[in-house]
């Protein structure tokens, strides 16, 4: 019997397992480089969700489909960093960017304070932005 989802969907739409498999398609080899795409916003995002799911349900599946995110975090953790001053206003932000990942690792690791250390560095940049020198952002207004 197909599910809830599937029965509400038109023909020729994608249901929820169809995304998760093009999502997997597209982690595979990918970077987020803080390049402004919508591409990348859409991996951040989807990093992002994988591992608050992860650390809230707790559930193996969830484990298993952030192991496969490994890679994107591990190397947007060594290399974002590096690019947190840069101020483009296209797309996420380097720290946005580091943010969306602190969820995976710290299930990936089991690491609850690598997301305490997350929010005071957050805290720390917003604080350098907000400076007289600093733009002020259209949040801030």
């Known amino acids: 019997m197909p599910s809830r989802v599937t029965q ?77 001053e840069q101020a483009d206003e296209d797309g996420l932000s380097p720290l946005a960017l580091l943010a969306c990942c602190a969820p995976p690792l710290a299930m990936l690791q089991n690491d609850q304070d690598l997301l305490e250390n997350t929010g005071k560095r957050s805290a720390h940049t917003k604080a350098i932005n907000t400076t007289p020198s600093a733009k002020p952002c259209a949040s801030s207004l």
């Open 8 to 84: 509400t969907l038109k023909p020729g739409k994608k249901t929820a397992l169809d995304l998760r498999k093009e999502l997997l398609a597209h982690i595979k080899g990918a970077e987020l480089s803080a390049d402004g795409s919508a591409e990348e916003a859409w991996l951040a995002f989807s990093t992002l969700h994988v591992g608050l799911a992860g650390l809230l349900l707790k559930e193996s599946s969830h484990q298993s489909l952030a192991n496969q995110f490994e890679g994107l975090v591990y190397i947007a953790i060594k290399t974002l960093p590096a690019k947190l």
